[in-house]
């Protein structure tokens, strides 16, 4: 008999439950009892999309400073 961590057949259900929900890997592998990773292998092998995070180049670019002269352009318009 396989490892419980590696019975994929065992926690495939409530890994596409939980996934679809859109729990994070971390609380699927909580809730389900094995490790991240093998929540991460097993998302890939039933082909299921995977969420990306919003990546850092987008969220430093809407919080970029103004620059120095910009506040004294916008009190003259």
């Known amino acids: 008999m396989a490892r419980p ?6 926690i ?3 890994v596409r ?5 859109g729990s994070s890997v971390r ?3 909580a809730q389900v009892g094995v490790s991240p990773r093998s ?9 299921l999309p995977s969420r990306r995070p919003v990546s850092s180049s987008r969220v430093s ?3 970029r ?5 910009a506040c004294l352009e916008i009190a003259r318009v």
Do not use: Q, W
């Open 5 to 10: 961590s590696l019975d994929y057949d065992r």
């Open 12 to 14: 495939a259900p409530a």
């Open 17 to 21: 439950k939980l996934h679809a929900g």
């Open 27 to 29: 609380a699927i592998a």
């Open 39 to 47: 929540v991460s292998t097993l998302i890939s092998r039933l082909n």
């Open 61 to 63: 670019e809407r919080r």
């Open 65 to 69: 400073p103004l620059p120095a002269g």
